[in-house]
Structure formats: C-alpha cells, structure tokens
C-alpha cells in the first residue's frame, strides 16, 4: 500500500531534493572550474527558482558555498534585465522627405545613405568614395 504525504511534508520532500539537486550542481562546477571562476547564468537562475520555490536563503548559501551578497547582486540584476527585456527596440524605417539632397560634411549626398535607428542606437551605411 502506497504511503501518502500530506502537501506540506511533499513541498519538504520536493524542496529538500531540489536543494540536493542544485547543491550538486554547484559542486561539479567548483570541481571542474578555477576557485575564482564566475558563477554561470544557469546556476544563478536555478538558484534563484529555489528561492522562489520556497527553499530559505541561508539553506541554499550553506549548500552551494555562496553569500547572501551574490544571491542578494542575482536578484537584483535579474530584474533590470526583466526591465531591459520589456523595452522592445523596433527598426523605424523613415521616408524620403524631400527631393533635395543635401549634402553631408564629407561631400556624399545624405540621400545615397541608409540609416537604421534602433533605440538610442543609429547605423548609417553609404557608398565608399572611389
């Protein structure tokens, strides 16, 4: 007859074999990596779902042999980037306005140039000179 556990006792279960999980982890990349290696993305994100899972900081800190001040630095960067990703970037691609071509201060006139503006960002591409 199968023994059943009761939600909170499965979530210790689940929680403890995550810890174990990534414990293991972090020890194969100690064991095959320089002691001052950076921590890959990987393992700072599966850190970061343990937390979020529900597995307390110190317990996580105590079995991968990081700091609360690296877990405390993922967190932090992982939102800017979860910011940075919500700003899409769109190519805006901009008509002739005028029939002019006016000329840029290198003598070429702007109208053989294309330009792309993405962002802050501009990349202007234009005949060579020869």
């Not at 064991?31 to 001052?36: A, E, I, M, P, W």
């Not at 700091?67 to 769109?90: N, P």
Request: with cysteine.
């Amino acid at each position: 007859m199968a023994v059943s556990l009761s939600p909170s006792r499965a979530l210790c279960t689940a929680n403890t074999s995550r810890l174990d999980h990534l414990a293991h982890r972090f020890a194969e990349f100690r064991r095959t990596h320089s002691k001052h290696a950076r921590i890959p993305d990987s393992l700072r994100r599966a850190v970061l779902m343990a937390l979020n899972a529900g597995l307390s900081s110190g317990e996580v800190c105590r079995a991968c042999r990081i700091t609360q001040t690296q877990i405390h630095y993922w967190q932090f960067h992982q939102g800017r980037k979860r910011e940075a990703a919500d700003v899409q970037l769109t190519p805006q691609v901009f008509p002739v306005v005028h029939d002019i071509t006016p000329m840029e201060h290198d003598g070429w006139p702007h109208s053989d140039a294309l330009e792309l503006r993405c962002g802050p960002w501009s990349i202007c591409i234009r005949p060579i000179q020869g």
